[in-house]
């Protein structure tokens, strides 16, 4: 390599670093945007961007591989690192749907690696704005600049973070044992991304399996958050919004109610109650579900759950509890209990 060449376009790069990286910003505020609003639910571990290091650039250069002609087409990068594997192709249709991508320079790691290799996966497009995107008075200064867009999981990422960082430590072959240590390790990983995807999607059907019964009135699911949140709404389906303030002390106390099911503690539910949080517009999931164990049986729950640091009661329950013949005041005072 012309080590003048390398210089002239380091130094042409100093010049305009600043502006790729503002290019890598606004690519990525564009993606961002998209994203939330097209896939709200996808969960992303990390957004970054950056332009290229300079001394970086320089040491890519000195490779035997570029030339006078050669492009650089990640001095603008963008990377997108999400929880679950499965997600990636979502954020893979919305780039090429949102750029001009550049397909020649673009890699989809997974088939580079084949089915007989592993090793780092993830997504690599480079792109530059379209026509329509370029017209606007705020990018018009990034006409013909390209970024490149990673985008791969949370495990795939740590894989390549920790070998690209012992990389530039170590230059030349590996002993052989440890580069099947490497090797096994990138296999364990890639298990492990795989095992991952398989574990969100089971959860996914069990908590819509839960949603579907309830709405059936199938009510035989144990109690747990995402159990007793469907069933209240469906319960109470007048009341909105429903929050839960606490639920791990809701579902403890429950536990230590004895309560194990959501038939359990629908059971529970008298009639006349149903109709009170419908008038009194009760918001507070928390509230509404202890007040239908104190009002089934006062005396176990404030024997077994009842927090005795938890000294006052206010008005509007303690009125509650005498409508619907709950020996309130005897409880008050064993308990000390004082009304607010």
Not at 8 to 24: K, V
Not at 87 to 109: L, M, R
Request: proline fraction near 2%; aromatic fraction near 10%; hydrophobic fraction near 35%.
């Amino acid at each position: 390599m012309n080590e003048q060449y390398v210089e002239e376009r380091i130094e042409q790069y100093s010049n305009t670093r600043i502006l790729y990286e503002d290019f890598a910003g606004q690519v990525l505020t564009i993606l961002k945007a998209i994203i939330k609003q097209e896939y709200p639910d996808i969960k992303i571990a990390s957004y970054s961007k950056r332009a290229k290091e300079v001394e970086s650039l320089r040491k890519k250069l000195r490779k035997d591989k570029y030339n006078e002609n050669s492009e650089i087409t990640d001095l603008a990068g963008v990377r997108i690192i999400t929880y679950s594997k499965k997600d990636i192709p979502f954020i893979a249709a919305i780039i090429e749907k949102s750029f001009d991508v550049d397909i020649q320079n673009s890699v989809d790691k997974t088939l580079v690696l084949g089915n007989d290799k592993v090793g780092y996966r993830g997504d690599h497009f480079v792109v530059s704005f379209c026509e329509d995107r370029v017209r606007l008075p705020e990018n018009k200064k990034f006409k013909g600049l390209k970024c490149e867009i990673q985008v791969t999981s949370l495990i795939a990422h740590t894989w390549s973070e920790i070998t690209h960082e012992k990389g530039y430590k170590f230059e030349g072959e590996l002993p052989e044992d440890l580069e099947r240590r490497k090797n096994l390790l990138a296999g364990m990983l890639e298990l492990a991304d795989l095992e991952m995807d398989a574990y969100v999607e089971s959860f996914d059907k069990y908590v819509s399996k839960i949603e579907q019964e309830i709405e059936k009135g199938c009510l035989k699911s144990p109690i747990n958050s995402k159990s007793l949140e469907r069933y209240m709404a469906w319960k109470f389906p007048n009341i909105s919004p429903q929050v839960f303030r606490d639920v791990d002390l809701i579902l403890n106390e429950l536990k230590l109610f004895g309560l194990s099911t959501i038939k359990e503690l629908n059971e529970l539910v008298r009639s006349e109650y149903e109709k009170e949080i419908q008038e009194a517009e009760w918001r507070s999931l928390d509230g509404m579900i202890r007040n239908i164990l104190i009002i089934d049986n006062a005396n176990q729950y404030f024997t077994k759950v009842w927090n005795p640091s938890m000294n006052q009661m206010n008005k509007k329950n303690y009125e509650l509890y005498q409508r619907f013949d709950v020996d309130i005041d005897r409880i008050c005072k064993e308990h000390n209990i004082c009304i607010v």
